[in-house]
């Protein structure tokens, strides 16, 4: 049972617009939920949380947006730059520490 | 700050050899560390979680003896694949966070290919 599910496998996006990455959770106990970032053959890189008391958090040219009565959050990047092509994964943890993930979705942006 | 090194960060050997892996937190201590496993074009998937001076504890579907964890210190757990046959080839990543309320942060993953 997938209980973190990113649907889109893979995003192409053109330099300078923005990326709209979504994930959807199935389990209402979750409370935390992350973004990570994963090249090739390397670990995932955390690159930014929310906490379900939240609907927003924004790092810089990185924000995700929580709507706990959908069950469903998503990353925005913009600009989209070159450097972010990569797979990105959401995770869940209602235990502040054990992680769920979902199964990640390539991103490319494009020149 | 918060980084996570993994060792070996790649191993092929022959089935049934035993294969130790290594993480360490280089600039913090980690109270609890866990170990994934991922297959191709698949999640991270938890394989247990590692405490310091006790047992670790285990996923449901993952053979305790088959992968034996320990964490010696705070700043170093090992996993050790005992008898590795083919279908344990796989990427393994470790992370750590300093505290439950802090993000986990990664080590670089080892990708084990057993002949």
């Known amino acids: 049972d997938q209980q973190v599910k990113q649907n889109s496998p893979s995003l192409s996006v053109q330099e300078g617009r923005i990326s709209i990455l979504n994930c959807d959770y199935t389990?209402?106990?979750?409370?935390?939920f992350l973004w990570y970032k994963k090249y090739p053959a390397e670990g995932p890189t955390f690159l930014i949380s929310i906490s379900s008391i939240k609907d927003k958090n924004e790092d810089g040219r990185f924000t995700v947006f929580l709507n706990k009565s959908a069950k469903h959050l998503s990353l925005h990047i913009v600009p989209s730059q070159p450097g972010d092509s990569a797979v990105y994964f959401c995770a869940a943890s209602f235990t502040a520490s054990k992680l769920t993930f979902g199964t990640g979705t390539r991103l490319q942006v494009t020149l | 700050g918060a980084v996570v090194s993994q060792h070996p960060s790649w191993v092929i050997c022959k089935s049934g050899t035993s294969v130790k892996i290594e993480c360490r937190s280089l600039d913090f201590q980690a109270t609890t560390m866990f170990w994934y496993r991922q297959f191709p074009k698949q999640s991270l998937m938890l394989m247990a979680t590692?405490?310091?001076?006790?047992?670790?504890?285990?996923e449901q579907g993952v053979e305790k003896d088959k992968f034996l964890i320990n964490h010696a210190s705070l700043t170093l757990s090992t996993l050790t694949v005992t008898s590795a046959h083919p279908e344990d080839s796989s990427f393994y990543i470790c992370s750590a966070s300093i505290d439950s309320n802090q993000p986990q942060h990664f080590g670089d993953g080892t990708r084990l290919s057993i002949l």
């Open positions: 389990n209402s106990m979750f409370d935390y």
């Open positions: 590692s405490n310091e001076g006790s047992k670790a504890t285990y």
